[in-house]
Structure formats: C-alpha cells, structure tokens
C-alpha cells in the first residue's frame, strides 16, 4: 500500500518518471530504433504521444494547478508530443546527452506550474 509520506512530488517526481522512460527505451533500444525507421512509424507514434498524453492527464497534470488561462489538455498534449520527439531524435542521434543529461533536460523543460502542483490523488493514495 502506499502511503502519502511516501509519494513524491514535483521535479523529484518528473526526474522519477522520465528517468523510468529512458531506462525503458534503453534497456529495449533494438525494439525501439527499428521501430522508428519502419514506413507505419508516424500512426505509432502518435498513437503513443496519445497514451503518453492522457497518462500525463490521468497522473501528474492537474486541472486546479494550471494557470486560468491555460487549457490542462492541451500542455499534457504539448508535452507528450515534445518529450516523444525530443527522445527520437537522441534515439536517432541527432541529439547526443547522456542518458542522465536527457532526463534532467526533459524535466526541465515542464512548465514550472507542473512541478509546482500536488501530484493527483488516486486509489493507492
């Protein structure tokens, strides 16, 4: 069970989660790189900025912590989108950091209100 002392937050929790997605994309390299050089690569990833998207929705973006003038869905689109593009393009070489220095790059680039906000309440809370 998790408990609330438990959770982080913020950019500790941004790092956390990027970290995971990059150790995952490394650790199936292969799987990922011929995937990105295959004639159907356009439909897949969008399917997956997406997913990512509505992952964002569902976990870390808050509707209450985004500013007034800002639609939450459209920045967990934005951000699906530049994070799954700024990854290809280090999957492809195109860009050369460290494993470690795209992941901090990567954070980085959210929004502050994003890190600022309280992570989502959900059932493990």
Known sequence: DWRREDLIFGRAAARVGFGRLIAHIVDN???YS?????????SAYDELVESYSIRLMDSVITVDG???DVDAKLVSTFVAGGAMTLISAW????IELSD??????L???LPPWILESPIKETAHS
Do not use: I, N
């Open 34 to 42: 011929s995937a990105l050089q295959t004639p159907h690569t356009r």
């Open 107 to 109: 954070v980085d680039l």
């Open 91 to 94: 999957m492809r070489g195109q």
């Open 29 to 31: 390299f292969p799987l």
């Open 66 to 68: 985004a500013p007034d």
């Open 100 to 105: 470690d220095d795209l992941v901090r790059q």
